[in-house]
């Protein structure tokens, strides 16, 4: 994987992130404070684009208020498949069973597989029209934890720490142009919309456990669901083969929801 500069300035404010407190103990840290760092592999739900407004007309909508020949409105229809995950936090521990912190995750290499379903000729109903996208986005969220130990007179059961949480946030989602190739077509053979990028609400749900490994350390496994908004391409100028000039068309959205597990350690001073 080739990494260009988001990668690198992600990469950096992670390390930041993750390392400050531990490069300036003396800044008031306290043992109720922690930091942690994890890597996830998450899988997308499904993300069917449709027009942000299908009754549009200045300028026009891409897939507009019909249904295609498969019966479903016309739209493009498929997934973000599988991709990774970094994230870093800072937190403290308020109450015994209960903590919290902010974290800032990085997710890429999201790329985006479907079928499109637009109108197409009675002989060849269903037909093959492949579309294809990357993206990548990059989330700050407020965690909150639940941790059961903390209800016990007995703080741990054995080494394990479980607990259960959610957090709410900012997504900040980049969407790549987005290519449309009509193969069985003898005249229109591909379309290209713009990119676009989104920022939106996001939220997460998840489940997990702590490992103790030393009195400070902890391997920190959880398993995780995010709804991180949405993505769009821009409205703008949509590239055709058979019309060099292209054509101006309005945006396109679909949901970006996420789940799959993550992987790190936590340090509580």
Request: net charge neutral; aromatic share 14%.
């Amino acid at each position: 994987m080739k990494f260009n500069d988001c990668h690198v300035k992600c990469f950096c404010l992670w390390m930041i992130v993750l390392l400050f407190p531990m490069l300036y103990p003396g800044l008031a840290w306290s043992k109720d404070w922690y930091v942690r760092g994890s890597v996830g592999y998450e899988k997308s739900r499904p993300a069917d684009f449709s027009d942000t407004n299908c009754s549009s007309t200045h300028p026009p909508a891409l897939f507009g208020c019909v249904n295609g020949a498969d019966g479903k409105p016309i739209g493009a229809y498929g997934d973000f498949g599988h991709f990774p995950m970094l994230e870093a936090a800072v937190g403290r521990q308020f109450l015994p069973w209960l903590r919290a912190d902010l974290a800032l995750a990085y997710r890429f290499r999201m790329d985006y597989q479907g079928n499109a379903n637009f109108l197409a000729p009675k002989m060849n109903p269903s037909p093959n029209q492949p579309v294809s996208a990357s993206a990548d986005s990059f989330s700050g969220m407020i965690n909150l934890f639940i941790d059961f130990n903390g209800f016990l007179a007995e703080k741990r059961i054995w080494r394990f720490q479980p607990y259960a949480g959610g957090d709410i946030g900012v997504a900040y989602n980049r969407l790549d142009r987005m290519t449309y190739l009509f193969p069985d077509n003898t005249t229109h053979k591909i379309s290209v919309t713009p990119s676009g990028n989104r920022k939106d609400i996001a939220y997460m749900l998840a489940v997990g456990t702590g490992i103790l490994l030393t009195n400070h350390l902890s391997l920190d496994i959880a398993y995780r669901y995010f709804d991180l908004g949405r993505v769009e391409t821009a409205s703008g100028n949509m590239f055709m083969n058979h019309v060099p000039a292209g054509i101006a068309i309005d945006s396109t959205e679909a949901p970006l929801r996420t789940h799959g597990l993550s992987i790190g350690m936590r340090y509580q001073f």
